[in-house]
């Protein structure tokens, strides 16, 4: 199993937001945890990736324990993270930014190998590539800030809100270099949406949070057919 999380407790302060989560995703999965807002699901990212240091539980990459461990070393061990909100450094090129991202790979030849294999997934920062990230649209800079986690060339790629204020047509956009990405670069991908039917459809499995407790746990598939029951839980019912 790529990923293993085992009773993982966190929280901001002393208030705890995070009360003893398991999951896992294995080689090539794409795996989805939804769950209404507030639901825990950023918390759960940024303790798993060590933004936030976890209180209990026990977090496994790769069958090394990395619970705790600084992001940087994260990233370097081949774990990739994009929060909600994630922001580019808008007064420097869509390739610097690129650039930025492989900081981790001390082969500069390899960087801008995949910097070119991202362009190739993402024709318009190849169009773009000596603008100003400032300037670019939000589905633009989305599509930026997913292309410097994968220029690290990571073995799984935490996704935080992806369609987070992009336009319906930019979300399709998205979901689908979400889905080549994982094909393409042979990379397993832990997405985190409130909007579920997009991360569903392209979903091996799904767990649904509520108020930082595990309530479903199973195939996407299976729950995107139950439309009822995906309602209920997602109101955390």
């Known amino acids: 199993m790529l990923l293993q999380v085992t009773d993982l407790q966190a929280g901001y302060g002393k208030k705890q937001v995070i009360h003893g989560i398991s ?37 496994l990459f790769q069958g090394k324990d990395i619970t705790g461990q600084r992001p940087s070393d994260n ?38 190998e995949r910097i070119s294999r991202v362009q190739e997934l993402f024709p318009a920062l190849y169009e773009r590539r000596g603008t100003r990230a400032g300037s670019l649209s939000g589905g633009e800079r989305q599509m930026l800030v997913l292309g410097a986690v994968l220029v690290s060339s ?18 399709d956009t998205m979901y689908e270099a ?19 039917s997009h991360a569903l459809e392209i979903a091996d ?24 029951d995906l309602g209920r839980l997602l109101l955390g019912l």
């Open 23 to 59: 999951l896992e995703v294995g080689e090539g999965e794409i795996v989805a945890v939804l769950g209404h807002n507030g639901a825990g699901k950023s918390a759960l990212m940024n303790a798993i990736f060590g933004v936030i240091r976890p209180t209990g539980g026990r977090v």
């Open 205 to 228: 499995r799904a767990y649904v949070l509520a108020n930082g407790r595990l309530i479903y746990e199973g195939g996407a598939k299976d729950l995107a057919r139950s439309e009822e």
């Open 178 to 196: 979400i889905r080549d990405v994982a094909a393409t670069l042979h990379a397993s991908v832990l997405l985190v949406e409130q909007e579920s």
């Open 75 to 112: 990233v370097r061990d081949g774990l990739g993270y994009s929060p909600q909100g994630a922001e580019v450094f808008r007064t420097m090129t869509v390739t610097d930014n690129l650039m930025l991202g492989g900081f981790p790979v001390k082969d500069q030849r390899l960087v801008m």
């Open 154 to 171: 990571p073995k799984l790629v935490i996704l935080d809100e992806p369609s987070g204020g992009l336009s319906p047509i930019m979300v």
